[in-house]
């Protein structure tokens, strides 16, 4: 019901800008997360916007770095990704619910995904 845009390949320090869409809902009633997962890794949670009072989330290690909004006129969700590293590397995912529950099993709507890859 999602769908993800905006990955591809940067060195390090640089800037990607992901986006979340759907036509099939608002955005803004939900609250929407970005997920990722490395090759042999567990899904991480990386950020949460809440839909009640627009509070954010972050995980620690992108914290300062990485951005998550709301652009409700184009029903869009965006991560802006500044300073990346190769540890970024993932496919990123967002996902829609009622909370920005910590366990990414209970959200119910998601995307494909999208490839962020950081090399040297």
């Known amino acids: 019901q999602l769908a993800e845009s905006g990955g591809g390949s940067v060195q390090p320090g640089g800037s990607l800008r992901l986006s979340c869409a759907t036509s099939k809902f608002t955005l803004d009633n939900y609250a929407i997360a970005w997920f990722r997962q490395a090759p042999g890794k567990e899904r991480e949670a990386v950020s949460c916007m809440h839909d009640s009072d627009g509070t954010t989330n972050y995980a620690d290690s992108v914290k300062g770095r990485f951005t998550i909004s709301r652009d409700n006129a184009k029903n869009l969700v965006y991560l802006q990704m500044n300073s990346l590293k190769p540890e970024d590397t993932a496919v990123y995912y967002c996902?829609?619910?009622?909370?920005?529950?910590?366990?990414?099993?209970?959200?119910?709507?998601w995307g494909q995904g999208t490839q962020v890859t950081v090399y040297s």
């Open positions: 996902a829609a619910d009622f909370e920005c529950y910590d366990d990414y099993a209970e959200f119910t709507s």
